[in-house]
């Protein structure tokens, strides 16, 4: 067994100490850890409203899969200055305002050889961060991983709780179901609204729903009298499913935040790949040298269009998100400057004419694959 972290003498348990059965055995306790207090640098006429929830957030967050990863991003390794640039990217982002995180209890699982849990990591730099900032508000939405042998309501709380554990908190802003579950959905749904009773979470989301399942999601818990706050799916310039399938104008019909994820395409739509200079990892065989050449005109223009606004590409592609209103972008950062390049996709917008303009070039690019799980 491997322990993460130790919070007031209390263990914590990793997502790999997690058994087929779900069972974390009795050593878990109820902690009670500092809650992070609140900010004065957000300003918050920037922030939205999560769907019906009463949670404001920043109208960009940053994603924290790649911090202590190494079965996807980092070239399958961790080391000291990829943390110290990860703390760099969340510093940068609360520098600027940007007060909302997105992790999940699978980031950087132990499973992975030399991964270190991307919650902790997150605990640690709100920690760090709240010594010389007391008053830093940050905004921490993670997720359930619905595993198909985590059975019924119970399982949601217990995965909740290992998940604060991780984090050093005793509440997280948004409680997320990563996928739908193959079974035992609708346990997690009320184990979902048992974490808002519970006082644990202040909202509930769902990630990776259907149009079907968000509407029975959405209804389910409106019989609990609990808002389902946001779905959270693939969605980008080149990865426009959500508009296909029915999700974005569910959404909006429901009142639900859609939270995009890979907001930029994974780096593709940086415009810094290229047929010459592949991403690193797993992503090579998704954006392939010919991905990249058929990706070209729609980068240029993107280009082009960011010139007239003195903004690079990469803020381009996340105000065309964010200004649709109701999409909220969680474009992952690894060092300080690319978070400092996501704030400023915010606080201007293209008009209704380049946003159609840029959809419109990009549906001549073949849609990238996504995460099968969106068709469960
Ligand atoms: N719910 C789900 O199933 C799900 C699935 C995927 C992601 N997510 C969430 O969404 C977040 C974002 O998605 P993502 O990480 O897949 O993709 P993304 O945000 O589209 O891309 C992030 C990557 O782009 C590159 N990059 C970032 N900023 C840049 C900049 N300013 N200039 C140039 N390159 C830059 C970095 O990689 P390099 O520097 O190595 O190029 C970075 O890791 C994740 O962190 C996670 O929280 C959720």
Redesign the pocket.
């Known amino acids: 067994m491997v322990l993460h972290v130790h919070v007031n003498n209390y263990r914590c348990f990793s997502f790999s100490e997690l058994g087929p059965s779900g069972s974390r055995g009795r050593a878990l306790r109820r902690t009670r850890v500092r809650a992070v207090a609140s900010d004065s640098a957000t300003k918050e006429g920037e922030k939205v409203k999560l769907g019906g929830s009463e949670l404001r957030v920043t109208k960009l967050g940053?994603?924290?899969?790649?911090w202590g990863d190494t079965s996807y991003?980092n070239n399958f390794e961790w080391d000291d200055r990829k943390l110290k640039d990860a703390k760099g990217a969340f510093d940068a982002s609360v520098d600027r305002g940007i007060t909302f995180f997105?992790?999940?209890e699978v980031?950087g699982s132990r499973l992975s050889f030399g991964a270190i849990n991307s919650e902790t990591l997150l605990g640690r730099f709100i920690k760090e961060r709240k010594v010389k900032d007391p008053e830093v508000e940050v905004a921490v939405a993670t997720?359930f991983a619905a595993l198909p042998w985590r059975l019924g309501r119970q399982s949601v709380l217990a995965a909740l709780k290992d998940s604060l554990c991780r984090l050093g908190l005793s509440t997280v802003e948004l409680y997320?179901l990563?996928?739908p579950g193959i079974w035992g959905n609708e346990g997690y749904l009320d184990g979902l609204a048992d974490a808002v009773e519970s006082g644990l979470v202040k909202a509930v989301g769902v990630?990776?729903y259907s149009e079907r399942r968000l509407r029975e999601a959405h209804e389910k818990l409106k019989k609990r009298n609990i808002p389902l706050a946001s779905n959270?799916?693939?969605y980008?310039l080149i990865y426009r499913l959500p508009e296909e399938n029915g999700v974005k104008a569910a959404c909006d019909e429901l009142g639900i935040t859609l939270i995009a994820?890979?907001?930029?395409?994974?780096?593709?739509?940086?415009g810094?790949?290229t047929p010459e200079n592949l991403?690193?990892g797993p992503?090579r065989r998704i954006y392939t040298p010919e991905f990249l050449t058929k990706l070209r005109p729609l980068l240029n223009r993107i280009t082009d269009i960011g010139q007239s606004y003195n903004k690079?590409p990469?803020q381009v592609a996340l105000n065309w998100l964010i200004s649709q209103g109701n999409v909220v972008?969680?474009?992952?950062?690894?060092?300080a400057?690319?978070?400092e390049?996501?704030a400023g996709a915010l606080g201007w917008r293209l008009t209704e004419e380049e946003m159609d303009e840029l959809r419109s070039l990009a549906s001549d690019t073949k849609p990238v694959i996504g995460?099968p799980?969106e068709n469960l």
């Open positions: 940053i994603g924290a899969w790649s991003w997105d992790t999940a980031y997720k997320q990563h996928w990630s990776n959270q799916v693939n980008s994820y890979s907001p930029i395409a994974q780096g593709a739509l940086t810094k790949y991403p690193s992503r690079t990469t972008p969680i474009p992952g950062a690894k060092s400057e690319q978070a390049e996501f995460f799980v």
